[in-house]
Structures are given as C-alpha cells and as structure tokens.
Nanobody, 115 residues
Framework: QVQLVESGGGLVQPGGSLRLSCAVS????????IEWHRQSPGKEREFVAL???????LYADSGTGRFTISRDNDKNTVYLQMNSLKPEDTAVYYC?????????WGQGTQVTVSS
C-alpha cells in the first residue's frame, strides 16, 4: 500500500507562482514514475508532468517552460514548481504512482488562478 498526500495549493493571481508537494509514504525508489495530473470542472483529468525513478522528467505542452518537477529523496517528496500561472491552470492537482501493478492517487490539492 502506498499513500500520497498533496499540499501547497491555494489562490494565486495570474503570473504568480506556487509549489505543490506530493509526500509519498514509502521510499520513492520503491515506486515507479511519480506523476502530476490535474482536473478542471467539466474536463477530464490530464497529465501535467512526471519524474522517473532514474530522475528523467517529462512535461505536458501546457506546462513546458513554466512548470518544473523535482524530488527530495530524503523526504520522499516530489514537488511541482509552477510559475507564470494562468487562469486556465485552475484545477485540482493530483499526484500518482504505480507499485506492484496498482496505481495510487492522492486526494488532490486545489489551485485557483484568479485576480
């Protein structure tokens, strides 16, 4: 069993920044890729970014150049630094990972970009 807890969401003005955290209950080297997804009202959940166990990263086009995913191995935590935020980034942000054939999701953290 793996538990993920997201935090760091909130209300920010357009052009602002937020750093989301995803705390993993086991060593991040015991799971596969850790991903960030988001879901806006009325829309399907969409991929945002991932970091592989080996450290490689991948981003959706929507976040390229604005978002950075990173991790702290000692804290078993993955971060999503989001800069130059836009109203269309408003969503609930979730992290997930895979282990033993199972997918695990956190409860999500709300990000609202509005003036």
């Amino acid at each position: 069993q793996v538990q993920l807890v997201e935090s760091g969401g909130g209300l920010v003005q357009p052009g602002g920044s937020l750093r989301l955290s995803c705390a993993v209950s086991v060593s991040i080297f015991m799971v596969n890729d850790i991903e960030w997804h988001r879901q806006s009202p009325g829309k399907e959940r969409e991929f945002v970014a991932l970091i592989r166990r080996g450290g490689d990263t991948l981003y959706a086009d929507s976040g390229t150049g604005r978002f950075t995913i990173s991790r702290d191995n000692d804290k078993n935590t993955v971060y999503l630094q989001m800069n130059s935020l836009k109203p269309e980034d408003t969503a609930v942000y979730y992290c997930n990972t895979f282990r033993g054939g199972n997918i695990y999701w956190g409860q999500g953290t709300q990000v609202t970009v509005s003036s």
